[in-house]
């Protein structure tokens, strides 16, 4: 049977339209892939994929590694090269296959040292290779300059690439193959270990699936002085190369975070031993994710769409490990992915857009009207929205459970309209019931008036009887979100209703009213100051606290500081409260030394203050003033008040380090500080943000970080404080690393100043 003459045939009628739909979500993942906008994504699904295949390095590449202890061990930096000449004699007396040095040989060192290395490298049986590399000329000039090892090595070494080429973002994925230098291409290191050819430029992925930790590694130091086995270095390969921090030669990597640049040459070389790896395009994916959205798209059901999708995204990751697995070939797989994700939300749409529609207008537990139906029946003739909000409403379903929580609602909803004329209320929110008025400004105030009477009674539900507090909110016309929010604020105030209008002023006025008390509860001594203990973990007892301001305000109860220091800062209010701050406590610190308690006593300086003039005449003149010594003051300044203007910053608080205060760095790791601002900043500490700390215990990158922070504070001769201490293992963790001080609700909460007394005196006698 043939089709009629300008009709679609059958076959075509059935596909047209999954065929049109394909081809629309093929064409607007191709345009994402090619203009880069699924790179990010790419990346960060590569990680769990890498993850999900960890395994331990292959064992024939070791690291000879120059680390912290070798570098304390000589003590001198650069090395003279006969440590070089003694180590690669060591390691060809010891049988190893190969030697490579990631270390810069290209400048000449002093009296006879090039000729001992030279000679190691000419006696030696095993392949050595040594690192060339290209660099900018200067900062004024853009050149780039290559750099060769001198020349009296080169004679006797192979030359290899050590270049490294981050993404835009920073991490290193790939390696390339090889370079040019001098005019001549050159493997790179990983290449010319592996034994692998290929063309300059070319990079490659490499396999983070293996474990950096697995590669075996040696102390440079104790090879130089013999103490190895050799057995383990015999036909081995070698890399020389630089892991200690303060060296530098560090990179960014998607799965191991910072790691040295030599293990990343290492996790190459390793990659290469199993051949070239090699990026691949979307193409293949492409093609394979069009043939299975078109047998998704024609899914008659949301089981069978759903089925399918998930049969789809199997058989594309299948396909992505065993090409992977099997070819070394890195496909782009997010385009396809794409289209697959996307062709399952066309079917669900397809499938469910009846159900969908009668869900998006009830609420799905007590089928009252919702929200959406609120606004798809609201019109311009509305005169008011109006909102009743039941307080403590998450209580009462959690002691009800959601099944009578449900008939309480149900019930007020016909309570309410039994009161308002059998008008429809709309569940709006878990606690929110609306509805439509129609009447005049007087006739609703007596409506919610009556209300409001109604809901004095309790309302039975399950044999019990429940008090429901609630109060009532209106909003101008269809406003249904200004309605919802002035019964909030009703119900916070304590009132019967609200309208939306003097709710928004109310708000106003407390904000301004609130600075103005300020003002009066500085100048009424009103505002307390309390102090949280820091451990000093090397002698085990409470040295320092943490100066902190609190408000009790007095009809609005205890105010969270960042409730009203923002609002200080903003209004110029934050020299004032500095400063009423400062002086408590040093009051309060001449009061501890006169009962033979010598704490030191850290005060918080806002980044508006760094450099105010103003504030740092004030602060000084006070010190002058008092008689506590000011090395008893540390001032505390955020990392971000610290490199907004470095210079000023330093000539600021270079004024108070001349006096004897302290200055202390908080919240160190969550900005963008340098090690140049480290150094040229006055500190004497460094406070390591309590994210980081929390859970540096449990968490590898966290412990790094702290770790590598404790070991570069001290280097920088600062003393460490660690914040957010709130458990043993932490606190063990911190011992272990070495930091100084420890602070956090383990150590003790904010406390009055007459309460740290007892504390430290109780921690010096449990210290005895």
């Not at 019990?464 to 109060?471: E, F, L, S, T």
């Amino acid at each position: 049977m043939t089709a009629e003459p300008g009709r679609p045939s059958g076959f075509w009628r059935q596909w047209r339209g999954p065929f049109s739909k394909a081809l629309m979500l093929i064409s607007v993942a191709l345009v994402a892939w090619t203009s880069g906008a699924t790179t990010k994504v790419e990346n960060a699904l590569r990680v769990p994929f890498f993850a999900a295949q960890s395994h331990e390095a292959s064992g024939d590449l070791h690291i000879v590694e120059i680390d912290a202890a070798s570098l304390a061990k000589i003590n001198r930096w650069p090395w003279s090269r006969d440590h070089y000449a003694k180590v690669v004699d060591r390691l060809n007396a010891a049988g190893a296959r190969s030697i490579t040095f990631d270390v810069d040989l290209s400048s000449p060192s002093e009296g006879t040292d090039d000729g001992l290395l030279a000679q190691a490298l000419a006696n030696s049986a095993a392949v050595v290779t040594l690192p060339t590399f290209a660099q900018v000329a200067g900062p004024s000039d853009a050149r780039m300059l290559d750099t060769l090892p001198i020349s009296i090595l080169r004679d006797h070494a192979v030359i290899a690439s050590v270049a490294v080429s981050p993404d835009p973002d920073g991490l290193v994925r790939q390696m390339p193959l090889g370079s040019i230098t001098d005019g001549t291409p050159r493997p790179s290191l990983a290449a010319q270990i592996a034994g692998q050819n290929g063309t300059a430029g070319r990079p490659f992925p490499v396999d983070f699936a293996i474990e950096p930790r697995s590669i075996p590694r040696h102390s440079f130091i104790d090879i130089e002085d013999g103490r190895f086995d050799p057995s383990g270095i015999a036909g081995k390969d070698i890399l020389i190369g630089a892991t200690a921090i303060e060296l530098g030669d560090r990179y960014a990597t998607p799965l191991y975070g910072v790691i040295p640049g030599v293990v990343v040459q290492a996790m190459a070389a390793e990659t290469l031993y199993n051949g070239i790896p090699s990026n691949a395009a979307a193409i293949g994916p492409i093609i394979l994710a069009f043939l299975l959205i078109l047998w998704i798209l024609r899914a008659s059901s949301r089981s069978a769409g759903l089925a399918r999708s998930a049969v789809s995204f199997a058989i594309i990751a299948g396909a992505y490990y065993l090409v992977w697995s099997t070819r070394s070939l890195l496909f782009d797989i997010v385009p396809a992915a794409f289209v697959i994700a996307g062709a399952t939300v066309l079917v669900l749409i397809q499938n469910f857009r009846k159900e969908q529609l009668h869900r998006r207008m009830h609420d799905v537990r007590t089928g009252l009207p919702n929200r959406f139906a609120f606004e798809a029946e609201a019109d311009e003739k509305v005169l008011f929205s109006v909102a009743a909000t039941i307080g403590g409403y998450e209580r009462l379903e959690t002691v009800l459970g959601e099944g009578l929580a449900d008939q309480l609602i149900l019930r007020i909803t016909e309570r309410l309209q039994m009161g308002n004329a059998g008008k429809t209320v709309y569940r709006a929110e878990d606690r929110a019931l609306v509805w439509f008025f129609d009447g005049e400004h007087g006739e609703l105030e007596s409506t919610l008036a009556g209300l409001a009477a109604l809901m004095r009674s309790p309302v039975e539900v399950g044999g019990r009887k429940i008090d429901v507090q609630m109060a009532f909110g209106v909003g101008q016309g269809r406003a249904l979100s200004e309605a919802i929010h002035a019964a909030s604020q009703a119900l916070r105030k304590g009132e019967r209703w609200l309208y939306h209008a003097a709710a928004e002023e109310a708000a106003l006025e407390r904000q301004v009213s609130l600075m103005g008390e300020l003002d009066a509860a500085i100048a009424n001594n009103e505002l307390e100051v309390l102090y949280q203990p820091k451990l000093a973990l090397a002698e085990n007892r409470i040295t320092s606290v943490e100066a902190l301001v609190r408000w009790n305000h007095p009809q609005r109860g205890y105010l969270r500081p960042d409730l009203f220091i923002p609002l200080a800062e903003e209004s110029d209010r934050i020299t004032d409260l500095t400063l009423y701050v400062l002086q408590r406590t040093i009051d309060d610190n001449i009061a501890w030394r006169a009962s033979g308690m010598e704490i030191r006593s850290a005060v918080n300086i806002s980044a508006r203050l760094v450099a105010s003039a103003s504030f740092l005449s004030a602060a000084e003149a006070m010190l002058k003033q008092s008689c506590i010594p000011p090395q008893s003051l540390i001032f505390e300044v955020t990392e971000s008040a610290a490199i907004a203007d470095p210079s000023l910053a330093a000539a600021a608080l270079t004024r108070f380090r001349d006096m004897g205060v302290s200055i202390s760095m908080d919240d160190y790791g969550t900005g963008q500080s340098s090690l140049t601002y480290l150094k040229n900043l006055p500190l004497s500490e460094l406070k390591i943000d309590r994210s980081f700390v929390q859970f540096a215990h449990r968490d590898a990158s966290d412990a790094m970080l702290v770790r590598s922070t404790v070991s570069l504070g001290h280097e920088l001769g600062l003393s460490i404080v660690a914040e957010g201490v709130e458990d043993e293992e932490c606190l063990a963790f911190l011992r272990e690393v070495g930091c100084d001080y420890a602070q956090g609700y383990l150590i003790g909460k904010p406390m009055r100043a007459g309460e740290l007394e007892a504390l430290v005196d109780d921690n010096l006698k449990r210290a005895a």
